[in-house]
């Protein structure tokens, strides 16, 4: 038996505008948007949909009604769903299909696509219950698997996962900690009873995610039985070969003219064209096999840079400051009871933001460039702080509740 378990990770950050200190006081109608400039999150959005939602998404659905053997999970961020439910409904009710059919699973996350679990655990265990509540009422399943944003893991993690019943909880498969061992096998986090750990084959994934249109590599062109042989062979380190990436790896990291979506159809028809080949869900990879050895990740491992670890988000002032200044004040903004105040406040925790600050140089740093709507770090830590200016300005006038009741009651998300 050869097992993949293919993950796909579906977000887009609400992207502050080039807010300036004179808007501060002045002008707190609008913090998330800019006619014109980089920061349009409708023209952002409906630009990536076009490319890569949309196609990718109808690839899916028509592998799952072709191939019964054929299975996906996805993490959503409830960021990209608000994003959606605005302004390509038709994109939720296609991912609420494809969930009714069984072949679609939806893994547990942050809301707002935060690292909050490192700054603050109360608003992290609140934003997994707000994506919960949301999953629940738009595709009618609860999340059984979890991942951080950005893959962050540590063995803190995965004892407060454990904890809360989930089944699995998904990680980097980092060479620096697995050492001899293989990623294509199931694994039990240190100190857990029942969780299980499922770790990205970060070779296999990045060499569709990352290399797929690199005329440069001494593998390209990626042709679909060049790939499925090299899957099978990896399958001789272990029977179960993790491709986690993002959604977005389709039609948007890689164009269309690539033959990103070509190569993908044609890899799902001939990976099942052999009788030991299978798909599986998150939840159905944690029930494959026993964990084989227990793993410890005491440090933090992401899936993001080379260093894969949180440098990417706090690895220098700014970022250290946008964070400090950021979650010091969310007592504050709870307690005011303040539905918009609260969620503008929130939106601000996404880690796409401090992201965009980030000063590395080299290949990192391209990476980096490349994602952000922002001139430059500084700009982007300037207009940030900016707009937390604001919010501590509309504090000043807002009457607050008592903060016991705000944080008991949870905020609800638009439907």
């Not at 050492?179 to 039990?188: A, C, D, H, L, T």
Request: proline share 4%; charged share 25%.
């Amino acid at each position: 038996m050869r097992a993949i378990c293919l993950y796909l990770h579906i977000h887009q950050p609400v992207r502050y505008r080039e807010y300036s200190i004179f808007d501060v006081g002045n002008n707190s109608n609008y913090y998330y948007d800019h006619p014109e400039g980089r920061q349009n999150n409708e023209r952002i959005f409906r630009k990536v949909a076009a490319k890569s939602y949309y196609p990718m998404l109808s690839l899916i659905e028509k592998n799952i009604n072709k191939h019964p053997g054929f299975k996906v999970s996805f993490s959503i961020t409830g960021t990209w769903l608000d994003q959606a439910i605005k302004w390509a409904p038709d994109l939720v009710d296609q991912i609420r299909r494809l969930v009714k059919t069984g072949q679609v699973e939806i893994v547990g996350e942050t809301y707002y696509h935060s690292l909050a679990f490192f700054e603050n655990r109360d608003e992290f265990e609140e934003q997994v219950k707000l994506h919960a509540d949301q999953v629940k009422h738009l595709f009618g399943v609860e999340p059984k698997v979890f991942r951080n944003t950005e893959l962050a893991y540590n063995d803190e993690l995965a004892k407060w996962a454990d904890q809360k019943g989930y089944r699995g909880i998904l990680a980097e498969g980092w060479d620096k900690i697995l050492g001899w061992r293989s990623p294509n096998f199931v694994y039990r986090p240190q100190g857990c009873q029942s969780l299980r750990l499922l770790l990205k084959n970060y070779r296999l994934s990045d060499d569709i995610a990352f290399r797929f249109s690199n005329r440069g590599w001494s593998e390209w062109p990626l042709t679909v039985p060049k790939f499925q042989r090299w899957v099978q062979d990896d399958c001789l380190r272990g029977p179960l070969v993790n491709l986690f990436m993002d959604f977005e790896t389709f039609g948007e990291h890689q164009w269309a003219d690539t033959g990103i979506f070509n190569f993908m159809d044609t890899f799902i028809s001939s990976w099942l064209s052999e009788y030991d080949n299978k798909f599986v869900t998150v939840s159905e990879a944690c029930e494959l096999m026993e964990p084989v050895d227990e793993i410890s990740m005491p440090e933090t491992i992401t899936w993001a840079d080379t260093e894969r670890d949180l440098s990417a988000w706090a690895s220098n002032s700014m970022q250290s400051s946008a964070a400090h200044e950021l979650y010091a004040m969310r007592d504050t903004v709870l307690a005011t009871g303040d539905k918009n105040l609260i969620q503008d406040w929130r939106y601000l925790t996404t880690s796409d933001h401090p992201y965009s600050m980030c000063t590395k140089y080299w290949n990192d740093g391209d990476v980096h460039a490349y994602f952000s709507a922002y001139a430059s770090p500084y700009e982007s830590f300037m207009y940030f702080m900016n707009v937390l200016r604001d919010i501590e300005f509309r504090l000043g006038e807002l009457p607050s509740k008592s903060l016991s009741k705000s944080s008991d009651t949870p905020i609800k998300q638009p439907n």
